[in-house]
């Protein structure tokens, strides 16, 4: 009877083993999937077949067409590792969004694709695009990502920024690009020197009191006053006329602000007399206004509904922005 029962536990580990690794070499034909949880969702939703044992065919990968969306739901929205997305390039649409787990994503093999959509991945710090001429939309508000290299995307047409944390974005070699929506990030340096200002039908980039320069195309060109930045930042031209540029005292309101993610309550400390605090969700409209004091002040935010939000304090005229996560 003990023969039997370990036994039937070796087997058992070995199938775990088997199924809970990525294989060193999927068979002939195979690419890996090690998370169980998108291999479930490929089967369940496509014309994958299983078994679930830790890998697909790629000839059925290959196959797939259309909008893949892991978006929203449980267990789909907890998926840590995407590797074998790589296999499906005929998916034209990649839909990730509100995962708090995820790190990273990589579509630069995912030759179809024409929209990629991580909205609200709070933990995303890494987007690879690749050379994917097909990509027009990238849709990444609230991503953790600092920075991304769109500069092969060139049929990029719009991307969605807001609430993310990107400092970098250089989209001069992006000349199709009609809109752009970076509105509270922490964005310190924004290039829209692509030739193509004058066909841009939405820019926002409100909110971003650390962007002191936006390169433009042509800084006099009327189109610019369909635009809306934030009143701390200025169209230049080339790097000279940003070089001349400073942020005066627009960084002397400095205040500490924890925790962020939060649920019920947030501590403030404040350098300054008589700051005010303002936060807005991620449409704009003003959710919160309170007068803060000098030293550590405690805000009430649990009435306010799990999101996104921008917090924004103001003091002797000069502001200083941040993003607060409601959980």
Same mark, same amino acid.
């Given at each position: 009877?003990?023969?039997?029962?370990?036994?039937?536990?070796?087997?058992?580990?070995?199938?775990?083993?088997?199924?809970?690794?990525?294989?060193?070499?999927?068979?002939?034909?195979?690419?890996?999937?090690?998370?169980?949880?998108?291999?479930?969702?490929?089967?369940?939703?496509?014309?994958?077949?299983?078994?679930?044992?830790?890998?697909?065919?790629?000839?059925?990968?290959?196959?797939?067409?259309?909008?893949?969306?892991?978006?929203?739901?449980?267990?789909?929205?907890?998926?840590?590792?995407?590797?074998?997305?790589?296999?499906?390039?005929?998916?034209?649409?990649?839909?990730?969004?509100?995962?708090?787990?995820?790190?990273?994503?990589?579509?630069?093999?995912?030759?179809?694709?024409? !929209? %990629?959509?991580?909205?609200?991945?709070? +933990?995303?710090?890494?987007?690879?695009?690749?050379? *994917? &001429?097909? @990509?027009? /939309? #990238?849709?990444?508000?609230?991503?953790?990502?600092?920075?991304?290299?769109?500069?092969?995307?060139?049929?990029?047409?719009?991307?969605?920024?807001?609430?993310?944390?990107? !400092? %970098?974005?250089?989209?001069?070699?992006? +000349?199709?690009?009609?809109?752009?929506?970076?509105? *509270? &990030?922490? @964005?310190? /340096? #924004?290039?829209?020197?692509?030739?193509?200002?004058?066909?841009?039908?939405?820019?926002?980039?409100?909110?971003?009191?650390?962007?002191?320069?936006?390169?433009?195309?042509?800084?006099?060109?009327?189109?610019?006053?369909?635009?809306?930045?934030?009143?701390?930042?200025?169209?230049?031209?080339?790097?000279?006329?940003?070089?001349?540029?400073?942020?005066?005292?627009?960084?002397?309101?400095?205040?500490?602000?924890?925790?962020?993610?939060?649920?019920?309550?947030?501590?403030?400390?404040?350098?300054?007399?008589?700051?005010?605090?303002?936060?807005?969700?991620?449409?704009?409209?003003?959710?919160?206004?309170?007068?803060?004091?000098?030293?550590?002040?405690?805000?009430?935010?649990?009435?306010?509904?799990?999101?996104?939000?921008?917090?924004?304090?103001?003091?002797?005229?000069?502001?200083?922005?941040?993003?607060?996560?409601?959980?």
């Amino acid at each position: 009877m003990k023969k039997i029962t370990l036994l039937l536990a070796i087997c058992f580990a070995f199938q775990f083993n088997a199924f809970s690794q990525c294989p060193g070499s999927p068979d002939p034909g195979f690419v890996c999937v090690p998370n169980a949880d998108f291999e479930q969702f490929l089967i369940s939703t496509t014309t994958i077949n299983g078994p679930l044992d830790g890998q697909i065919s790629i000839a059925e990968a290959s196959a797939v067409v259309g909008t893949l969306n892991l978006g929203g739901s449980a267990p789909y929205n907890a998926i840590d590792d995407f590797t074998g997305i790589e296999a499906l390039t005929g998916i034209t649409e990649l839909v990730i969004t509100y995962n708090s787990v995820v790190t990273s994503i990589d579509v630069s093999a995912n030759s179809s694709l024409t !929209t %990629l959509n991580v909205e609200g991945c709070t +933990s995303m710090s890494s987007i690879t695009t690749g050379a *994917n &001429t097909t @990509l027009s /939309s #990238l849709l990444m508000a609230g991503a953790a990502a600092t920075t991304i290299d769109v500069s092969l995307n060139s049929g990029l047409t719009t991307v969605d920024a807001r609430f993310s944390d990107l !400092t %970098l974005l250089d989209l001069s070699n992006n +000349s199709a690009l009609v809109s752009l929506q970076c509105r *509270n &990030t922490s @964005l310190t /340096s #924004l290039d829209m020197r692509n030739g193509n200002n004058a066909n841009v039908t939405q820019f926002n980039s409100d909110f971003n009191s650390n962007l002191v320069c936006i390169f433009v195309d042509d800084k006099t060109a009327p189109y610019l006053a369909t635009w809306s930045k934030d009143a701390l930042s200025t169209y230049v031209d080339n790097e000279g006329e940003c070089n001349t540029l400073t942020l005066e005292d627009a960084n002397q309101v400095v205040f500490e602000m924890y925790p962020n993610p939060t649920k019920n309550t947030v501590f403030i400390n404040a350098n300054a007399q008589d700051t005010q605090l303002s936060i807005y969700d991620i449409t704009g409209k003003l959710v919160l206004n309170n007068a803060l004091y000098l030293g550590q002040n405690t805000v009430d935010v649990s009435q306010m509904t799990s999101g996104i939000y921008l917090a924004r304090f103001t003091a002797n005229g000069n502001v200083q922005t941040k993003k607060l996560i409601i959980q």
